[in-house]
């Protein structure tokens, strides 16, 4: 007989929270293993170093080389990776919980190509500098999902019209995408597609200071819907007749997704996949029904940590951290799947 | 259900339509075909008359314009009513099956599968001809397929959804695979950016007889599994108490999509949104009945196809946008309109 998972309590002041134990275990477990992967990127490089040396740095007990090595170059990397992991892994989770379908991400609502669009159209047509790709980027990426969402709204929007409207526009996009590709300068294409797999090079300390605040703000924001999220999840009806405002949830939803997104757009580039794989993930670890935030976040952060990892220093030339993300997250996804199967025979 | 006044979703919408209303449909479908097919053979980047285009069909000589004809509007005619025919008989068939309005070719795979063969076949084997890596698009597709089956399935039978994730995964690791050989190998990028759009134009039509074969077997097949997959869209357990056997109507839905759309593939590069937008137009007028919705796909989709290929020829004339670009111009707005003109009926 089951009477249900085993729970942890915490009461302090007035205040309870209560907690499955296995979702304890796991963000812990997932937490510890960011730990570890992060002091190894901290480590590896054409100047290696030691565990020690790069605690000690992080720490302020280096000065000099190891210093600049560890903070300076290595570190804004490294929590880049964390923090856009993070990001996107919850945007992910946020549309696969609002549009109950486990395929949604932010490309849904045409975020991913529109602001591919408006960089292939910076790169490529206009020959911009790097800010105007940047502005680029968010411009096509924010006009795109406006347009859906617009384009969507009849009395408010439901979710399966959302889908299908944005498959819609993103089909178009995309195939001006291809047209805009297959149109331009063999080289120039090869740079733009690079910078459409989305690449975590040359971020520095602002880049990763603005974002993480931004990024730090929406996460909050996120958290604090989860409870609507999860009562929206068993249908807009029943969310209703508990007292959820489901419209303006759901557009709130809309936006927090896709500025999370779109921040991490703005800094690397549209890193595929991680919003996508990310949530599945953390809830096959957790074993829950829903979506749940907490742990996709970390995976979301381990995920793109790794995949940056071995972008750079395991893959026989320097790739896009994008291509490794893709591999990476579909390998493992796919490891889950084959073990979830085998364990219902 | 017919009373429904409120603007919400539909779960087991009324046809738009009554069986005698389909049938005129259906007819209609058919005459918009056949009148894009005489288009796709009048309309060109030059003008020839018609009674040219008449003699070059029926009494052959060594005219150029005859020749033109022969040797491009017919073959890509040809290209264009089978491909079409099969990626919307496809599309039908994958979304019953896995029960989601998301899914299309992509989804299960096949894309990224035969588009990894072909980096493969250019990339590292040096293969340039249409004809040599033909074979590899439909290979790729097939190990995607038998592969996604595996992991979708348990010895109680396969879960749809758990299927099109795994379509995902595989796809997902072969395209990141894929995209890091064209980034490193130039080559093979410039060969692939262009077969990536998609396009009915060049080839010749030995590449289609091998396929229509498979095509045909595919068909049957389609139809075959219709009845079960309607009793399949009312859930697993009523499909099974009415005498369904699952696993067998999934597996042969399978085999039917992978050579479908493993096929058109292979003939003509991977054109994305006929198969998945002409099913829902499909659905929308003869509401979810897979026969009919198999009927009208397999007339809807070659029209969709052939008249993207005509505009394509006529826009920036005398150059080209390749067909696989051009659907999605033609057909999104299509559905954006659609979507919100009616109740949207849900799977």
Redesign the interface.
Known sequence: MDFGRRVLVLRRWRIAVRLEWRSVIVCGALAVAVACMAVLALMTGSYQLSPGQVVSALVGGETGLVHDIVVEWRLPRVVAALVFGAALGVSGAVFQSMLR????DPGIIGFSQGSYTGALIVILVINGSYVQLIGGALLGGMATAIAVYV??Y???V?G??L???G???S??L???N??L??KAD??Q??AA??WG?GSLNGVSWDQVAIGGVCIAVLLLLAAMSSRPMRQMELG??TAVSQGVRVSPARLGMVVVGVALTAVVTAASGPIA?IS??AP?IGRRLVRTAGITLAPTALVGALLCLAADYLAQHV?P?P??VG?????L???Y??YL??T???R?? | MTAQTSDVEVRVPAAASGPRLRAVGLLAALVALLVLLVLSLLVGSTVIAPSVIWDALFHPSADIDQFSIRDYRLPRTIVGLVVGMALGAAGALIQALTRNPLADTGILGLNAGSSFAVTVAVGVLGIRDISGYMWFAFGGALIVTIMVLLLGSTRRGQSPAVMVLAGVCVGAVLGGAGSALQLTNPDAFDAMRSWAAGSILGRPLDVVWPVLPLFAVALVLAFAVSGPLNAMALGDEIAAAQGVRLARTRVLAIIAITLLAGGATAIAGPIGFVGLMVPHMARWFVGPHQRWIFAYSILLAPSLLLASDILGRIVIRPSEIPVGIVTAFIGAPVLIALVRRKKASGL
Do not use: Y
């Open positions: 379908n486990p395929l949604a384009l969507a009849r009395r408010g439901q399966f019209r889908i299908i409207v498959i819609g526009v089909a178009m995309d195939s001006l291809t047209w590709i297959l063999l080289e294409a090869i597609a690079a797999a807009d009806d996949f996508l794989v599945q893959a030339t790739l896009p291509i490794i993300t893709v591999m997250g579909g390998g996804l796919g799947l084959f979830e199967a085998r219902r025979l």
